[in-house]
């Protein structure tokens, strides 16, 4: 993905001759951030700061539907499986256009529906490993609500705490019907919902997968753009 990135930068008459800012929103744990250091100025963002995310990078707690970011203030803005987990994404997207420079490429990775269906073992999987865990004692109530440092360990916990009564599987971010995701995230679905908030793509490129999810992975099959499968999908786009 990044070598993509990469090339589709190079080519850009706007990135040539200088060294670009780049934004990264709902950075995590900022895996991606040292290799667009390779390309410019970084910029890290999420709402909360990760104890793995490196020292040297600036980091901006904001979200990203109301950041104090400059208008025009950036020339790329990328995501990693970050927009399925906005609830307002209207503002978001205006947000995001405010702060792009007029030739700001943004480079958003979701997921697709293939990724969806692909993750239903997991869900069971740690379904069935919350439930033993519960009845062993390793889980109480009591520590699943305590301070702990790690942000994903206490997410994941309370969320596994949440569903625990829920026989099917929910959706994923914001949208908890399955069905519901199922059909918004399918490739159509994403490029309609981009170009309902006056994004032009540019490129859609099929990813092998999703890194930090569990189990679902699928090679990338692109003999013909039309029959392209991929549990992840970068779209590149222009405002």
């Not at 080519?11 to 991606?32: M, N, Q, T, W, Y």
């Not at 707690?61 to 950041?67: C, G, V």
């Not at 208008?71 to 947000?95: G, P, Q, T, Y």
């Not at 792009?100 to 529906?113: E, L, W």
Request: positive net charge; charged residues 20%.
């Amino acid at each position: 993905m990044l070598r993509f990135l990469s090339d589709v930068f190079n080519v850009d008459e706007a990135f040539k001759k200088r060294s670009p800012e780049i934004l990264e929103f709902g950075c995590g744990d900022g895996f991606h951030v040292p290799y667009f250091q390779n390309l410019g100025n970084v910029t890290a963002s999420d709402t909360y700061r990760s104890d793995k995310l490196l020292g040297n990078v600036r980091f901006v707690q904001t979200k990203i539907s109301d950041s104090p970011f400059k208008s025009r203030e950036f020339d790329i803005i990328f995501s990693n499986h970050v927009i399925e987990h906005i609830e307002n994404l209207e503002s978001s997207f205006a947000e995001l256009k405010r702060i792009g420079k007029s030739s700001c490429i943004y480079a958003f990775s979701v997921p697709t529906n293939v990724w969806l269906v692909l993750s239903i073992p997991a869900y069971y999987y740690n379904l069935i490993r919350f439930v033993f865990m519960k009845i062993s004692g390793r889980i109480s109530n009591r520590n699943i609500h305590a301070n702990n440092k790690s942000h994903n360990y206490e997410k994941e916990t309370t969320k596994w705490y949440k569903t625990i009564f829920y026989i099917f599987p929910l959706g994923h971010g914001v949208i908890k019907n399955w069905i519901k995701c199922f059909n918004s995230f399918s490739i159509k679905s994403w490029k309609q919902l981009f170009s309902d908030n006056d994004f032009r793509v540019l490129y859609t490129k099929p990813l092998l997968l999703y890194g930090p999810s569990e189990w679902p992975l699928i090679p990338t099959m692109n003999p013909f753009e039309k029959f392209s499968i991929a549990s992840s999908v970068l779209f590149i786009m222009k405002k």
